[in-house]
């Protein structure tokens, strides 16, 4: 949709047949487009984990740990606050991109200070620097984010699509071409850092707005307290995202981190490569739709069961298959990653849809009630992976299987259908088609494993699983849930309509 290219003007609200052009243009392009970069990424990812060493994966994680921190706190939660909050002025939307290149800066020269101390902490002397280096992505990102999140909040996926494509792109190429001339960690931390500022540079061209020095704080700060809720949620989904990374540098090593990360990376497709296709466009479509309850609900169903469809059976088949899988791609050295690898695919399945519960929240203006839930998370969640680290990484990764849906089903999920004014059995029953169409797959992949012959060919064997959980899936999941079927097609023909047709 069209907009003030400095930002200026709310954009107006939309009928239920736009959103759903919008809703259909956003997973089409953002689908689209990662299913290419993600292919490209991935490919490459596999070649350059051959050309380097479980240590170097280590050592980025180390470094990680920290900037992951960090970056909790960059923009101050504003990107969220210009995407919900519609009807923000110029001269606000100015104040927020200084407040957020602000503390880009401080961020960036705060990291190069504390250097030192991360390295101390982790007995790595190389994190140092790679944490320095790394630092000015927080820069990049106090530019951009403004421009990235005009364009959400204008649901304008294909730039959006564009600009992420350019960063993987990007990443890929150049840590494939430094890891093949011996680089080392060096290629994963270069690539990220040319990775973001080719994002920066294309959202910023694309979207430019003005910047004022924040003197006038008063005048957002609604959209302040707003951020600060996001930021408290961001620094407790920290606290929980890297606990584990800490918890295996710290007790376990840097080898075990170095497979726990490779462990963690492929169990982590099922949500953080699939799941995005929507969630990349879900909050922008909800807070457009925040003022009118069933299209608000009917989309939270919509999102649901499209992320459901989509992550449970690649978590559940990658839980099955994870042994022939590491094998065949990245060898023998790295089976140590199998067991932590398994467990934390099957906890994919509830971190999956939790973001459309959390942006449930976040659109009807209720963060302090998503930060609740977050919090909750940060003290279980790493508790139960101290424990588990007796254990190794398999306990580790135990902590995320037990605790993630302890505290989803007890806080999170109770108080964003209360906000949606949904029914418990009505949100379950977006659940039920992927549910049981993954169980119906689980046993007919378990059955054909244990009755192919064990000489076979590995790649053989691995194929033949593979092969008959996609057949079993899609032969299950299509003929028993026409209705479900006939409901997207529906959306996509909405979605084709011309502008002003009656509302879906």
């Not at 004022?212 to 707003?226: K, M, Q, T």
């Amino acid at each position: 949709m069209a907009s003030d290219p400095e930002g200026g003007e709310p954009p107006e609200r939309l009928s239920r047949s736009e959103l759903d052009r919008s809703l259909v243009s956003g997973i089409a392009w953002t689908g689209g487009m990662r299913m290419v970069t993600q292919t490209l990424r991935w490919g490459v990812a596999l070649l350059v984990v051959r050309l380097l060493t479980p240590t170097d994966y280590g050592l980025v994680g180390m470094a990680m740990a920290y900037l992951g921190l960090a970056d909790m706190l960059n923009e101050f939660g504003l990107s969220a606050a210009v995407i919900q909050r519609r009807n923000l002025t110029r001269d606000q939307i100015a104040s927020i991109s200084g407040v957020s290149l602000l503390m880009g800066v401080v961020l960036a020269v705060l990291s190069v200070a504390v250097s030192g101390m991360v390295a101390g902490f982790f007995d790595e002397p190389q994190v140092q620097l790679i944490v320095i280096v790394l630092s000015a992505t927080f820069v990049f990102t106090g530019a951009d984010v403004v421009s990235r999140s005009l364009l959400k909040r204008d649901l304008e996926f294909d730039r959006l699509a564009w600009i992420a494509a350019a960063e993987a792109v990007t990443f890929s190429g150049v840590s494939l071409v430094l890891a093949v001339q011996g680089y080392g960690f060096w290629s994963l931390v270069l690539a990220s850092l040319v990775g973001q500022f080719v994002r920066s540079v294309v959202a910023i061209w694309w979207r430019p707005h003005l910047i004022h020095w924040p003197r006038n704080l008063g005048a957002i700060r609604s959209e302040l307290v707003f951020g600060s809720h996001v930021v408290v949620s961001r620094f407790a989904l920290y606290v929980r995202r890297f606990s584990d990374i800490v918890v295996v540098g710290r007790f376990l090593g840097t080898e075990a981190l170095g497979a726990y990360n490779v462990a963690w990376q492929q169990a982590d497709i099922a949500v953080e490569r699939i799941r995005p296709v929507i969630t990349a466009v879900s909050p922008s479509v909800l807070a457009a739709a925040q003022d009118d309850g069933p299209a608000f609900r009917r989309y939270v169903r919509v999102f649901t069961e499209g992320i459901a469809i989509l992550a449970f059976p690649a978590a559940v088949g990658l839980a099955i298959v994870a042994d022939h899988f590491v094998l065949l791609v990245f060898g023998d050295r790295w089976m140590s990653a199998v067991a932590p690898m398994r467990i934390l695919a099957l906890a994919g399945i509830s971190r999956s849809i939790t973001p459309i519960l959390s942006q449930l929240l976040v659109a009807r203006d209720q963060t302090k009630k998503n930060m609740e839930f977050t919090i909750a998370g940060a003290v279980v969640i790493p508790l139960l992976i101290l424990v588990g680290s007796r254990w190794g990484t398999t306990g580790v990764a135990l902590g995320w299987l037990i605790g993630h849906p302890l505290v989803m089903g007890f806080v999170l999920v109770p108080n964003a259908l209360k906000c949606a004014e949904m029914g418990f059995w009505e949100y379950l029953g977006s659940l039920r088609a992927a549910a049981l169409c993954t169980s119906l797959m689980a046993v007919a992949v378990l059955l054909v494993r244990y009755a192919t012959p064990g000489d076979w060919p590995l790649i053989a064997r691995f194929g033949i699983e593979v092969g008959v959980g996609v057949a079993v899936y899609a032969g299950t999941i299509l003929p028993l849930y026409r209705t479900r079927v006939r409901t997207f097609l529906t959306m996509l023909r909405a979605g084709r309509r011309e502008p002003g047709g009656p509302d879906a």
